[in-house]
């Protein structure tokens, strides 16, 4: 797991306020003359470092006079310091995001606008238009995906037969949420919880919502969801949770989006709802023995969407723009460097890189290779881009589960303050 999803309390509170310090300033410009230094950061596991840095490597000896200075840390690590880096006018290069940070960041005029470098430095034309699309505000492009991942339900195939349950695979296949319910249950009365209790994270309440034809977020920005919607789906990890079906509150609450946090890997869990992104960290992580699955539904809408698990964009005050842009397409764009990356950021976004990629592949980059195209016909275009203030309605999301799943508050006055609270951050 990448974290790309664990904002805990503190976190987007402390990037949402460096943030609004911030002065709007045009910084130095675009083409490069001479040797050229460009920062490049991005959070992640080492698995994803390794390979990065190597792409990086192979950047720099085709750009002999462009030298790239690298950091990565961990998800909450790595905004802290990106936001402190930024207000303090020592914003790096290039930068990775996703879609809780994106308008955050171009809503505070951080984000370069892409657009003039579309088609000349930056290559899109291998990437789909949907996918391409995760990283368009308004119109303009302002930051490219790094990769396309959808949401999987990782699990350990021996915990599962163990307990005598058989998960389904294969094409359209997938659990009914009664079947999975069940199925967790059998898998706690051999003494380890079935899954990982999904109600922290607002992901996996978005793909609920859209298999029952409902949604997060309209298309202006504005909540999609009523605290009725969120009270029926914490009801149902409530019910599982009394059933110890899913992971008990002092696990859950550790959910960070690190590995070392994760209750699948410190098997308090035979699976977890992530995304296929960091199916290759689960296998290093765990072991080779893990599975993916479809996420369970009760219908033809699966809720599972293709979308990209990161984008990559250039701040707006880079005093060298055009090298930076010319890494984020290099990234995006070089076959070796699509080999050296497999998938650590999910598939590559480029389709022919991701032919070449999946044509070859082996070990962990097989099983996301085969779990994509397993799900091909079930999953639909990435829903669109968060709005500015998701960030702080994804942390106010996990926070108040802490609270119901310790007893601090019911399920339904719960429900009813993060609808309130999420009305505030969007300025609904």
């Given amino acids: 797991m990448n974290g790309r999803f664990g904002v805990r309390a503190g976190l987007v509170a402390a990037v949402a306020v460096t943030l609004a310090g911030l002065v709007t300033g045009c910084g130095g410009g675009g083409a490069a003359s001479g040797p050229t230094t460009i920062r490049f950061v991005w959070w992640g596991n080492e698995d994803r470092a390794k390979v990065t840095k190597a792409a990086v490597e192979l950047f720099m000896k085709d750009n002999p006079d462009i030298t790239v200075q690298t ?6 690590a790595y905004f802290q310091k990106l936001s402190t880096q930024v207000a ?14 994106l308008g955050e960041y171009q809503h505070r005029h951080v984000l370069e606008d892409l657009s ?3 088609g000349k430095t930056i290559d899109v034309t291998g990437i789909a238009p949907a996918l391409l699309a995760g990283g368009q505000i308004e119109g303009k492009q302002f930051a490219v995906p790094g990769g396309q991942t959808t949401q999987m339900l990782a699990y350990d195939p021996a915990v599962f037969t163990k307990a005598g349950v058989e998960p389904p695979s294969g094409p359209g296949k997938s659990w009914t949420w009664a ?9 706690a009365a051999t003494g380890v919880a079935g899954t990982t209790d999904f109600g922290w994270a607002i ?22 969801f009523t605290a009725a919607d969120l009270t029926e789906f914490w009801t149902l990890t409530g019910d599982l949770r009394a059933a110890k079906g899913v992971t008990a509150p002092e696990v859950t609450t550790k959910m960070d989006g690190s590995m070392p946090n994760s209750g699948l890997v410190t098997k308090r869990a035979g699976s977890e709802i992530n995304y296929d992104s960091s199916l290759s ?6 072991g080779p023995g893990i599975k993916a699955a479809p996420l369970p539904t009760d219908g033809q809408a699966s809720g599972m969407a293709a979308m990209p698990p990161v984008t990559f964009a250039v701040a707006q005050r880079s005093a060298h ?15 070796e460097a699509g080999k050296l990356l497999g998938v650590a950021r999910g598939l590559p976004p480029n389709t022919a890189i991701r032919e070449q990629v999946c044509g070859a592949a082996q070990a962990a980059t097989k099983a996301v290779c085969d779990y994509e195209k397993s799900v091909a016909d079930r999953i639909g275009p990435a829903t669109g881009l968060w709005p500015t203030g998701s960030a702080a309605v994804k942390r106010d999301f996990q926070r108040v ?13 719960g429900a009813a303050r993060v609808v309130q609270t999420a009305q505030q951050s969007l300025g609904s």
């Fill in 401 to 413: 589960y802490d609270d119901v799943i310790f007893g601090r508050t019911s399920v339904a006055d």
């Fill in 321 to 335: 723009k055009d090298a930076a842009a010319k890494l984020l397409s290099f990234l995006v764009n070089n076959p």
């Fill in 179 to 187: 079947q999975f319910g069940e199925s967790l249950r059998k898998v």
């Fill in 116 to 118: 003039s470098f579309v």
């Fill in 88 to 101: 303090g006018g020592a914003s790096p290069d290039l930068v990775q995001l996703d879609r809780a940070t």
């Fill in 281 to 286: 960290a689960y296998l290093s992580s765990y």
């Fill in 71 to 76: 950091e990565y840390a961990a998800y909450d």
């Fill in 203 to 224: 992901d996996w309440f978005e793909v609920w919502l859209h298999q029952h034809g409902k949604q997060l977020y309209t298309g202006d920005g504005k909540l999609g």
